[in-house]
């Protein structure tokens, strides 16, 4: 079980994070995304994997004016 933004998730155990922001719908052009309190780089998404008790959270950028 890998935690995605405070919500419990299953089958996420070594899924790369590229993986899991495009099974959870997210554009990643419009996110951050930090694995257990750290910041990983775009470039790095597909090269990092999630295991069971990861905590990850995934912040969305809104424009607006």
């Known amino acids: 079980m890998v935690k995605v933004n405070g919500e419990e ?15 959870e719908g997210y554009s990643i052009t419009r996110i951050a995304v930090e694995v257990n309190g750290n ?22 950028f809104v424009g607006g004016g």
């Open 9 to 23: 998730k299953y089958g996420y155990d070594n899924v790369s994070v590229a993986d899991m922001v495009e099974k």
């Open 39 to 60: 910041i990983v780089s775009k470039k790095n998404y597909n090269e990092i994997l999630l295991h069971s008790g990861d905590v990850v959270e995934v912040v969305s």
